[in-house]
């Protein structure tokens, strides 16, 4: 691919609300994140271990736990030590809680997810 | 005849034929215990009772599901008109996904997640779905008894009322002797079976023990219709209905038989 296309292949997919943008980037920056944070939205009151978390996803739970904690790292996720377990829940924090509707309504929309691949595909590397 | 608590109030469970089993429902802070075999109604039961203390009687409701997706509920819930999802945006119910050990610990602590849910919503009523996933905890049955007894007594401390659902492998037939332990626990025990009669298959509950109140001790069959749960009129004529192969009692042979012999249309001669 040339300079010139790779430009506008890149300005094509920022074409995108820059909020949301950020949160991609910043906190949605894999496809086991992405996951794990459709999850939470539509199990809003899920409070449970990393496995069996990665068990409701159908992935790897050694994939899984690290993505968790990055998640919690980054405010997505409510990370704490109960009785020498590590559990997860969403953050109750209202603002993070609306991104991720807006994120997973955007989602609904095929041109915003592609680009939302591209994004996150192009942090992969 | 066991005498009944006086002047307690009840927690319906809006399922009119077993309300009347129980003498008008189950008693505040007990845990009631449903055992049946898969698809005989247990979740449907809980979710009833759910529906109805938030749709008649003005109570909350928590759902702890150990392996159902809460989408699950709602979809199973808006079958019989009930819509669970409006009910969690009024903050009347909570579906809670988890896992019994992080339950079990998260209740044991002043201030748990799940103890905050209870009081964000005031709930009344919680459904336990199932408590066969304790088992995952231990295998040893005096460890597991404990762990239940003691669930079973913060649920009680936070004020709810419980509907533990606990499944049956056997699709017919009596639950194993090693599988009873935890029926001496709870409050109430309630049985669904499958039973065969006349070559077809009908469901059939027995409530067989309601600590502190008296309750109907005949099996009644039952169905799961547009609305939920229907108890209907006892099982007649028939002994040993759950051990899912009832037969018909003497008289009731000697009846048919003689009924049958005499509506024989007459041989040709």
């Known amino acids: ?125 | 005849m066991i005498p009944s608590i006086p002047n307690l109030p009840r927690l319906a469970t809006g399922i009119s034929g077993l309300d009347d089993m129980l003498q008008g429902g189950f008693l505040p802070r007990t845990a009631n215990l449903i055992e049946g075999a898969p698809g005989t109604g247990k979740t449907t039961l809980g979710m009833q009772f759910i529906h109805h203390g938030i749709a008649a009687d003005n109570e909350a409701g928590l759902i702890l599901t150990f392996e159902e997706f809460p989408i699950h509920y709602y979809r199973d819930a808006l079958g019989f008109g009930w819509d669970f999802q409006h009910y969690e945006k009024e903050n009347h119910l909570r579906v809670v996904m988890t896992s019994p050990e992080v339950t079990l610990s998260d209740l044991q602590r002043l201030g748990g997640i799940l103890e905050a849910h209870a009081s964000q919503i005031g709930a009344r009523r919680v459904l336990i779905d199932s408590i066969s996933h304790f088992e995952r905890i231990s295998s040893d049955p005096v460890t597991l008894r404990t762990l239940v007894y003691q669930f079973i007594n913060v649920l009680k401390r936070l004020g709810l009322t419980a509907v533990l659902t606990r499944e049956n492998p056997a699709l017919l037939g009596e639950t194993p002797e090693d599988e009873e332990d935890l029926a001496f626990i709870a409050d109430s025990y309630i049985m669904l079976r499958y039973v065969e009669i006349e070559s077809a298959l009908a469901k059939a509950l027995l409530v067989l023990k309601q600590r502190g109140s008296n309750h109907a001790r005949d099996i009644r069959q039952y169905q799961i219709g547009a609305t939920g749960i229907v108890v209907q009129e006892p099982f007649e004529g028939a002994q040993g209905v759950m051990s899912g192969s009832p037969v018909m009692t003497m008289r009731d042979a000697f009846q048919k038989a003689f009924f049958a012999s005499k509506n024989r249309p007459p041989e040709k001669s």
């Open chain 1, 1 to 125: 691919m040339g300079s010139n296309q790779e430009e506008l292949t890149s300005r094509l997919m920022d074409d995108i609300d820059p909020d949301l943008l950020e949160f991609i980037q910043l906190r949605v920056n894999t496809f086991i994140k992405w996951d794990l944070v459709q999850f939470f939205h539509r199990n809003p009151h899920t409070t449970d271990l990393p496995n069996q978390i990665a068990q409701y996803i159908g992935r790897d739970p050694r994939i899984v736990a690290p993505e968790l904690k990055a998640l919690a790292a980054s405010g997505v996720l409510h990370e704490e030590e109960l009785q020498g377990m590590r559990i997860y829940t969403l953050a109750p924090d209202d603002d993070m809680r609306q991104r991720i509707t807006r994120f997973v309504e955007a989602c609904e929309d095929r041109q915003f997810r592609l680009k939302a691949i591209y994004h996150v595909i192009k942090g992969l590397h």
